[in-house]
């Protein structure tokens, strides 16, 4: 077996990954994972605003080994990164959750487990082992809203993302295109995709087709487009500021609302006593000319003026990446498809190798910046992009 370290000299970027990955996935997957909206604007805007964030180095700082750990929400994280919730992401590599769950255990980082997990809570909140937040798409009806909370927190997921820039999902033409746009039926083409793809059908195979299973006690059916209409009729409503009000009643531990591009929301979520702000356009998914994330960062970070904590997601691909968001105001960064493309790429490994690969990265980038710590990382901005 290839070692740890051969595995980073092999593979050590993200966009090695998300390569490797796409060619393990048949078409229709990886357009399910890779897509943005529209066409994709928003999601070449998140990278295009990255790049342009310039940072300072400072020299002369001694030997110093840089200091990744994290404080957020009461707990301590190894690295002030974490996985942020993808659903359905057993068509990105069978098992995906429990492998990503497992990871966030061993390096002690947060795994976010999406409403559309694969997994029940049950199952990923026990193998994440303290690491766990759950994300709620907020159901309409508020006794499965009510339950699906009492779950997580049974099982242990400490905090609660609260997605909410999903008034109804957008078009992702490039989902429709590759026929997984609204539902799942294998036409005779992405039969063929998966024949000339044997290593990910065969662990497909094994693991039987991917399910919501932590959805299924609330649909009064089994048939799977029945439930998934059901799913999408029940997860996708609009919801409004007193809407929030409840699930903060109800939820007793850290809440963040998940998908603020505006200093105006993020002012009306601190007031309604969230205690996080994740600023995030969802990858470039929903809205086609919404701007990147890192771009309204420090207007956001500004406006919280800390009564909140600041995460961030969208775009990120690497330990510059992460530096760039933290020198910028953020206070904890998330990642959705790069560990997706890890996990796709080495299967059981590639959780694991993501998060190795990111460390080293951030540890390195912080090194040349002369940062012993991520709260010096806020000095070294030299342009916003
Ligand atoms: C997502 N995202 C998402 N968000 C959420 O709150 N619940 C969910 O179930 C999902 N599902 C999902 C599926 C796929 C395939 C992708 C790519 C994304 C959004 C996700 O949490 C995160 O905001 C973005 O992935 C961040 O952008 P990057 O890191 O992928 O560029």
Wanted: hydrophobic share 40%; charged share 25%.
């Amino acid at each position: 077996m290839v070692s740890d370290e051969e595995l980073l000299q092999r593979y050590p970027a993200i966009s090695d990954l998300a390569r490797l990955a796409k060619r393990r996935m048949p078409h229709f997957a990886w357009e399910f994972l890779d897509s943005g909206t529209g066409e994709d604007v928003s999601k070449a805007r998140n990278r295009s605003r990255f790049d342009a964030v310039t940072l300072t180095p400072r020299f002369m700082q001694g030997e110093f080994a840089p200091e990744l750990s994290t404080e957020l929400f009461g707990s301590e994280y190894s690295a002030p990164f974490g996985i942020a919730p993808v659903g359905m992401n057993s068509l990105a590599w069978p098992g995906t959750d429990r492998i990503l769950a497992r990871t966030a255990a061993r390096h002690r980082i947060p795994y976010s487990m999406s409403t559309a997990a694969n997994e029940t809570i049950e199952n990923l909140g026990k193998l994440a082992d303290g690491m766990g937040w759950f994300q709620l798409y907020p159901p309409r009806n508020p006794n499965m809203r009510v339950d699906l909370l009492a779950r997580a927190r049974e099982a242990g997921f400490t905090t609660l993302l609260v997605t909410v820039d999903v008034p109804v999902i957008s078009r992702r033409e490039r989902q429709m295109r590759a026929g997984v746009g609204g539902g799942f039926r294998l036409s005779p083409s992405m039969v063929w995709q998966c024949m000339t793809r044997p290593q990910w059908s065969m662990a497909t195979v094994s693991e039987g087709k991917p399910r919501l299973p932590s959805l299924e006690r609330y649909s009064p059916t089994d048939d799977l487009q029945t439930f998934l209409a059901f799913v999408g009729e029940e997860l996708n409503g609009t919801f409004d500021w007193s809407y929030v009000d409840s699930i903060r009643n109800e939820w007793d531990g850290p809440m963040v609302l998940k998908g603020i591009m505006s200093a105006a929301d993020a002012q009306e979520a601190v007031r309604r006593g969230v205690d996080g702000i994740m600023v995030s356009n969802h990858g470039g998914r929903q809205l086609d000319g919404a701007p990147a994330s890192i771009e309204v960062l420090p207007e956001i970070a500004g406006a919280v003026g800390g009564q909140a904590r600041i995460i961030l997601d969208s775009g990120v691909r690497g330990g510059m990446d992460i530096a760039r968001s933290l020198a910028l105001g953020a206070d904890f960064v998330m990642l959705g498809r790069a560990f997706m493309f890890g996990a796709a790429a080495l299967g059981e490994r590639g959780g694991e190798h993501t998060a190795r690969l990111l460390r080293t990265d951030l540890s390195n980038v912080m090194s040349n910046l002369g940062c012993r710590d991520v709260a010096s990382l806020r000095d070294r901005v030299a342009s916003a992009g």
